[in-house]
């Protein structure tokens, strides 16, 4: 039973524009959350990080938002650009047991020129 | 360059043919990790390490076996492949717990026919 969901395989948006990539998780005990990249051939890379006790956490052109009420956090990209596009995996982790991180399906992200 | 490196990159398997895939870091990581993608999922744990011979089992162990005979190296193998383990293969390090630390290789595309 996949605990982390990316239900958008896909996004395009033009250059410049913002990117807006979401994750929906079902384990309440979860308490760290990631997003990492990925380029055709090559491993994910990491990208950004939030802990559960903030809502917000901003790099450069990355901020990522965690609602736990609702369970969902977003990856924002602003302004987009065409090197931006690859596959984006959200992962999260507990706050105990194995170091482990749980990853979503991905989702491929293009930026049109 | 330092980073993890994974040997092979491509394999093709008849079933019940057996494998090693070997992964190798320079970065005197603590932890080391095997995971699988597949379509329409997320990456998946196999197996990991925390230590120079130490192994435990991630989500997906049934079908692998792993050694880690020496930090640098954490080797997969796969006794009799079944076309089911037909997948991308990842392998990761990182220091300790360290959640965003996660170094992963480039990926070994196997086929088992």
């Known amino acids: 039973d996949q605990q982390v969901k990316q239900n958008s395989p896909s996004l395009s948006v033009q250059e410049g524009r913002i990117s807006i990539l979401n994750c929906d998780y079902t384990?309440?005990?979860?308490?760290?959350f990631l997003w990492y990249k990925k380029y055709p051939a090559e491993g994910p890379t990491f990208l950004i990080s939030?802990?559960?006790?903030?809502d917000k956490n901003e790099d450069g052109r990355f901020t990522v938002f965690l609602n736990k009420s609702a369970k969902h956090l977003s990856l924002h990209i602003v302004p987009s650009q065409p090197g931006d596009s690859a596959v984006y995996f959200c992962?999260?982790?507990?706050?105990?047991?194995?170091?482990?991180?749980?990853f979503g399906t991905g989702t491929r992200l293009t930026v049109i020129p | 360059n330092a980073g993890v490196t994974q040997t092979p990159k491509f394999r093709v398997l008849k079933t019940g043919q057996s494998m090693t895939l070997l992964c190798a870091q320079d970065?005197?990581?603590?932890?080391m990790y095997w995971y699988r993608q597949d379509p329409g999922m997320g990456l998946r744990l196999i197996h990991y390490?925390?230590?120079?011979?130490?192994?435990a089992k991630g989500e997906v162990p049934d079908g692998y076996n792993v050694s880690r005979l020496k930090k640098q190296n954490f080797l997969l193998g796969l006794e009799s492949a079944a076309p089911s383990q037909t997948s991308v293969y990842f392998c990761?390090?990182?220091?300790?717990?360290?959640?965003?630390?996660?170094?992963f290789g480039s990926g070994t595309r196997l086929t088992v026919v």
């Open positions: 939030i802990s559960s006790i903030k």
């Open positions: 384990n309440s005990m979860f308490d760290y």
């Open positions: 390490s925390v230590g120079e011979g130490t192994t």
């Open positions: 992962a999260a982790t507990l706050i105990t047991g194995a170091n482990n991180l749980f």
């Open positions: 970065m005197n990581h603590e932890y």
């Open positions: 990761a390090s990182s220091y300790g717990w360290r959640r965003d630390g996660y170094t």
